[in-house]
């Protein structure tokens, strides 16, 4: 008998998903965990909320995530990377290694200026203290991530003959990074300004920062 029921339970085997692999389920809750994240903050979601607006229930939530931070911190992954990838690409859109950087500039302060950017940064520096590996992921995985990038395309323009020779570029790379931000991010994280900066504001302090940045490291003709 075991025999001849082999064969017609193999396909059923092969068919059944894994628990907590399903990428439409597990969008779904990430969709929901973003309303209940935005709307509330992280300390004020539950599970709860999240499973609800979510439409699943909690032991489904349960099944993709342990627990609310490990949700938080996909759902910033999630949204992180398909923001980022604009920015990442601006370096490869124009020829002109400078116009290239200043283009990644300007991606990467709308990026880090919209709304939820701004509240998972808020959020991220209110736990980190008590979860730090919540902290360090979204530094390593964010802004580390990023500075790497233009350390790489600085050293590309080094060999090109188009900066002089820095002796460090990940640090070269964490200033023009935060040259782009100045005036600007800081003042929404407090909330101290309550609107993204327009493009006229973007590109102003960009291009300072392009001026400044190549004081420094630009070769002198």
Known sequence: MTDNMTPDLKPARRNRRIAGTDPEKRRQILDGAYQVFTA???????????????????GTLYVYFQD???????????????QKRGAFEALDQDEDPVRALANFGRCLVRMINCEFAVSAHRIVIGVAERMPDI???????????GASLIARHLERMIAEGKLI????????????????????????????????????EIAHVVNEAIEMFLARYGVKR
Do not use: W
Request: aromatic share 8%.
């Open 135 to 145: 902290g360090r992921s979204f530094y390593e995985n964010g802004p580390m991530q």
């Open 40 to 58: 509330r903050g992280f300390d004020a979601a539950s599970m709860n909320d999240i499973a609800a607006a979510a439409n699943v229930s909690k």
């Open 68 to 82: 609310k931070e490990h949700l938080f911190v996909a759902l910033i992954e999630r949204e992180r990377d398909a």
């Open 165 to 200: 020779p820095i002796a460090d570029t990940q640090l070269a790379a964490v200033q023009f990074v935060d040259l782009c931000q100045s005036s600007l991010t800081r003042p929404r994280l407090f909330n101290a300004v309550r609107t993204p900066p327009s493009e006229e």
